[in-house]
């Protein structure tokens, strides 16, 4: 979707190094999401924040870190990248409003740790 | 914990065949949705199943939710090569979007 960008869209980078992966998104929602994809695991919850001040671990968020800069602003942090860390990672948003969640994928950032 | 399983992992069709995932939770859910995903690209939403013994259809695409609301399907009628993807369910524990957990996909290849 279109409304919803990430940077950078691939990214390698060595062990042990800080990485950010940034999401910006244009539809307005309060919900945004950073999710985690590997071949045969689907998509699994890194974190997931509701609003500004509304932080939330997900299912995997060891070794991750986020940050909420602003509604329309949420960044993934890896403090010191790990091979294991290599996967598409998708940043998404819903919209409060909706009762139902429905999740609007960015176009995913590939991240390779060597 | 929540979990959502999806049957089959991969399926190669020929073209015109009908196709059927299934998506299976250990807890009753408040609601499922379907994504399909392109290769290289990124989950799109399909649609949103509520009610128990829900039946949408959209075109070629039938989608179930079971009447214990812990299970849902997919079925293709007539494969494309447009098809091609990876269909994804998305289960829903609550409607606060804590508890959203997606199956882990069924890979479908059409052949032509």
């Known amino acids: 979707d279109a409304d919803v960008t990430q940077t950078p869209r691939n990214r390698i980078t060595k062990t042990g190094k800080r990485i950010m992966l940034e999401c910006s998104q244009t539809k307005g929602h309060d919900r945004m999401y950073w999710y985690r994809q590997d071949p045969g695991l689907g998509l699994q919850l890194i974190y997931y924040?509701?609003?500004?001040?509304?932080?939330n671990k997900g299912e995997i968020s060891d070794g991750y870190s986020v940050s909420r800069q602003a509604q329309a602003k949420f960044s993934l942090s890896l403090e010191s990248a790990i091979p294991n860390q290599t996967a598409l990672y998708f940043c998404?948003?819903?919209?409060?409003?909706?009762?139902?969640?429905?999740?609007?994928f960015g176009p995913g950032t590939r991240l390779t740790v060597l | 914990g929540q979990q959502v399983m999806q049957i089959p992992q991969y399926q190669h069709v020929q073209e015109g065949e009908d196709f059927t995932t299934y998506c299976n939770s250990s807890t009753t859910l408040s609601n499922i949705q379907w994504y399909k995903q392109r290769p290289g690209g990124h989950p799109v939403f399909l649609i949103q199943?509520?009610?128990?013994?829900e039946v949408k259809k959209q075109k070629r695409l039938t989608f179930q939710f079971g009447e214990a609301k812990k299970n849902s399907s997919l079925h293709i009628t007539a494969t494309q090569t447009t098809d091609v993807g990876t269909y994804f369910c998305?289960?829903?524990?609550?409607?606060?979007?804590?508890?959203?957990?997606f199956g882990p996909g069924t890979r479908l290849s059409v052949l032509p």
């Open positions: 924040s509701f609003d500004v001040k509304d932080i």
């Open positions: 998404a948003t819903s919209d409060r409003g909706a009762p139902t969640d429905t999740q609007y």
């Open positions: 199943l509520v009610k128990s013994g």
């Open positions: 998305a289960g829903n524990r609550d409607n606060y979007g804590q508890n959203f957990v």
